[in-house]
């Protein structure tokens, strides 16, 4: 029995994004009125001098400055982090054990699961400017938990993100998780039915069809809220394990972070 999740969940930020500015301007503006006649009293025959009303050059409304994206800290991630009180009782906090080479990897030969693998094996998204990670245990044979909270810089670079996550889990069908001292296996990639909580919700199911951990099933999750992504791994767990710990962990982050944009 694995002793820890093998896999931490970690999306990498998409780097091209474009953020369009929009502004709108009105054009043309109202005619000038007509000039009024004062008729004359010293002369016989009226005549009119027409006044000239000053023209005035319309004023563009300025064009308000894109909202500012907050970006939380360290210390902010953490403590938006779930804790056992958060959790049912039996859990327990595993050791920072930082991965290494016992962490398990995933590889395949075929080009089509190489993002997947990529983003499966990496220790955090590449654009992440803070990170916040806890791994719990429910016991010798689990579940496993693990989660993590990535703040991204913008809603926008975490939904590229998210899309750039389910586009390559539809991509693969399959791949080899190896860790050391317990074997191999080829897993089987499903993209399951996320719980929905947060933005852009997405999950994937890889179940060990053979070899040595024939039968070891990891569920990986993600979701957005704001500027932050929220990860999840289960290991040894039921649906009931990833559903308890997406809500409370969206509820527990929204509580301490809150809104994640600032600025008009």
Same mark, same amino acid.
């Given at each position: 029995?694995? *002793?820890?999740?093998?896999?931490?969940?970690?999306?990498?930020?998409?780097?091209?994004?474009?953020?369009?500015?929009?502004?709108?301007?009105?054009?043309?503006?109202?005619?000038?009125?007509?000039?009024?006649?004062?008729?004359?009293?010293?002369?016989?025959?009226?005549?009119?001098?027409?006044?000239?009303?000053?023209?005035?050059?319309?004023?563009?409304?300025?064009?308000?400055?894109?909202?500012?994206? *907050?970006?939380?800290?360290?210390?902010?991630?953490? =403590?938006?982090?779930?804790?056992?009180?958060?959790?049912?009782?039996?859990?327990?906090?595993?050791?920072?054990?930082?991965?290494?080479?016992?962490?398990?990897?995933?590889?395949?030969?075929?080009?089509?699961?190489?993002?997947?693998?990529?983003?499966?094996?990496?220790? =955090?998204?590449?654009?992440?400017?803070?990170?916040?990670?806890?791994?719990?245990?429910?016991?010798?044979?689990?579940?496993?938990?693990?989660?993590?909270?990535?703040?991204?810089?913008?809603?926008?670079?975490?939904?590229?993100?998210? =899309?750039?996550?389910?586009?390559?889990?539809?991509?693969?069908?399959?791949?080899?998780?190896?860790?050391?001292?317990?074997?191999?296996?080829?897993?089987?990639?499903?993209?399951?039915?996320?719980?929905?909580?947060?933005?852009?919700?997405?999950?994937?199911?890889?179940?060990?069809t053979s070899g040595a951990?024939?039968?070891?099933?990891?569920?990986?999750?993600?979701?957005?809220?704001?500027?932050?992504?929220?990860?999840?791994?289960?290991?040894? %767990?039921a649906p009931d394990d990833?559903?308890?710990?997406?809500?409370? %962990?969206?509820?527990?982050?929204?509580?301490?972070?809150?809104?994640?944009?600032?600025?008009?």
């Amino acid at each position: 029995m694995l *002793k820890n999740t093998p896999l931490r969940l970690a999306l990498p930020a998409v780097l091209a994004i474009c953020l369009v500015a929009c502004s709108n301007e009105s054009g043309g503006g109202d005619s000038a009125p007509a000039a009024s006649v004062s008729p004359s009293q010293a002369s016989a025959a009226p005549s009119a001098t027409p006044t000239q009303t000053p023209t005035t050059t319309p004023t563009a409304s300025p064009t308000p400055a894109p909202p500012v994206t *907050k970006v939380p800290t360290t210390a902010e991630l953490t =403590k938006a982090l779930l804790a056992l009180s958060d959790l049912p009782s039996g859990f327990s906090i595993e050791p920072d054990e930082g991965g290494g080479e016992d962490t398990g990897q995933l590889s395949s030969k075929d080009a089509r699961c190489a993002r997947f693998v990529a983003l499966a094996n990496a220790e =955090k998204p590449p654009g992440s400017k803070a990170s916040a990670y806890r791994s719990f245990s429910g016991g010798q044979d689990g579940p496993f938990i693990d989660e993590g909270l990535d703040a991204m810089g913008s809603a926008a670079a975490v939904q590229a993100l998210q =899309k750039s996550f389910r586009s390559a889990i539809t991509s693969c069908r399959g791949v080899t998780l190896s860790i050391p001292g317990q074997g191999r296996s080829t897993m089987m990639v499903r993209e399951v039915s996320a719980p929905p909580v947060g933005t852009t919700p997405v999950a994937v199911r890889m179940t060990a069809t053979s070899g040595a951990l024939e039968g070891l099933e990891v569920v990986l999750f993600s979701t957005g809220l704001d500027g932050v992504v929220l990860s999840l791994s289960v290991l040894a %767990g039921a649906p009931d394990d990833l559903d308890g710990a997406a809500d409370a %962990g969206v509820t527990k982050a929204r509580k301490i972070l809150g809104g994640t944009k600032t600025g008009t």
